[in-house]
């Protein structure tokens, strides 16, 4: 069981917006801005997508954006296209014993 | 070209040690903290080890700790992973990636594919 809990998989059609929760505890998200969230296609490596919860590296589209509330983080994606069908994983600093913690990974499909 | 490349994985038998490479390429090495994260067959992400660019830190997740080593070499931009007493649950691709920190992993290489089987 992953420390960081996310929904097996969400879907939805181009064009629209989706969001994907990750719900952790005041010993990870809730206590830390240090959330970031992967994608990752079959068969290929990670990238990153968001760091520090909010911020987007340089090279990824503002179609994705991230945001915190209290022990929960979302990522949300608009505008949806058919690149985006791929694994999406949250991620959070944990404190000085844990220290990284992954979400089980969410199967986004674009019907 | 600014890149990652592991080496070293292959089948070893529960009990046996493995030791995983990690080449920097494109990048001032020194500079960054470099993590191992793994990936079971099938299954999500999991942080297994983090060294600090100087060496003087590393961390462990507590399904490792006592039986993996992580090293770093600045001379050759690598890091090393010592993985002993494997078990079947070690199976995974291990990524090496880069922590751009605090705590958040820019820059990913391909994984090699670690087997613990008899």
């Known amino acids: 069981q992953s420390a960081l809990t996310q929904p097996a998989s969400v879907s939805g059609s181009p064009g629209q917006s989706i969001t994907i929760s990750c719900a952790g505890t005041?010993?990870?998200?809730?206590?830390?801005?240090?959330v970031s969230w992967y994608q990752q296609h079959p068969g290929k490596a990670p990238r990153l997508l968001i760091y520090?919860?909010?911020k987007r590296p340089s090279g990824v589209s503002n179609r994705f954006s991230g945001s915190k509330s209290g022990n929960t983080a979302s990522l949300t994606i608009s505008g949806l296209q058919t690149e985006d069908e791929a694994d999406y994983y949250c991620?959070?600093?944990?404190?000085?014993?844990?220290?990284?913690?992954f979400g089980g990974g969410t199967k986004l499909t674009v019907l | 070209e600014v890149q990652l490349v592991e080496s070293g994985g292959g089948l070893v038998k529960p009990g046996g040690s493995l030791r995983l490479s990690c080449a920097a390429s494109?990048?001032?090495?020194?500079?960054?903290?470099i993590n191992w994260v793994r990936q079971a067959p099938g299954k999500g992400l999991e942080w297994v080890s983090s060294?600090?660019?100087?060496?003087?830190?590393?961390y462990y997740a507590d399904s490792v700790q006592g039986r993996f080593t992580i090293s770093i070499d600045n001379a050759e931009n690598s890091v090393y992973l010592q993985m002993n007493s494997l078990r079947a649950e070690d199976t995974a691709v291990y990524y090496c990636?880069?922590?751009?920190?605090?705590?958040?992993?820019?820059?990913w290489g391909r994984g090699t594919l670690v087997t613990v089987s008899s």
């Open positions: 060294i600090s660019y100087t060496g003087s830190y590393m």
């Open positions: 494109g990048f001032t090495f020194n500079l960054y903290s």
């Open positions: 005041r010993s990870d998200v809730g206590s830390y801005h240090l």
């Open positions: 520090e919860v909010t």
């Open positions: 990636a880069r922590d751009s920190g605090p705590w958040y992993f820019d820059l």
């Open positions: 991620c959070s600093y944990a404190g000085s014993h844990t220290f990284v913690v």
